[in-house]
């Protein structure tokens, strides 16, 4: 049985690696050549469902799988699935729930983390296409203003027939 403080230090090491992860898949794969799915979340929803959802159950199997070796296999495994499962709910909670207000609640963020995390994720939104997007992580942002003016310069290079 792995030490409790060290199944604690991986759990964190795979929550906190998943932000990387997410902002990488966000960045190269979702605004990159699977851009089929996601692109249906830059637009207005029709129903309760898009075909970006689909995107939950593509990287829910890494951490089951992981979950299912560290009870079966190897205890290693376990604290990574649990890490990536416990970003995965904070991600649905405040991506899906908060963000996009598809839970059966309402929340304003008062504190200035929240706010910020929020709006950077609205900047994002305000480019509708494929190009010309920033602020592709979902528990951390640089400040709204700097995510703003490099969504403005894209946005104006992408006019002017650049590659952005």
Request: overall charge positive.
């Amino acid at each position: 049985m792995i030490d409790t403080l060290l199944f604690l230090l991986l759990f964190l090491l795979a929550f906190a690696g998943m932000e990387g992860v997410a902002w990488l898949t966000h960045k190269y794969v979702m605004h990159g050549w699977l851009w089929c799915l996601h692109a249906s979340h830059h637009s207005p929803r029709q129903g309760p469902f898009e075909k970006n959802d689909l995107f939950a159950f593509y990287f829910a199997l890494p951490s089951i799988l992981l979950i299912w070796l560290g009870v079966n296999v190897n205890e290693w495994c376990l604290p990574i699935g649990l890490g990536m499962t416990a970003y995965g709910f904070c991600y649905f909670a405040f991506h899906d729930g908060i963000v996009h207000r598809r839970l059966p609640f309402r929340y304003r963020g008062k504190n200035p983390y929240m706010r910020r995390i929020i709006q950077a994720h609205y900047v994002h939104h305000a480019t509708t296409t494929k190009e010309g997007a920033v602020s592709f992580g979902f528990l951390y942002a640089r400040p709204v203003a700097e995510l703003d003016a490099e969504r403005r310069a894209l946005e104006n290079r992408v006019n002017a027939g650049g590659a952005a």
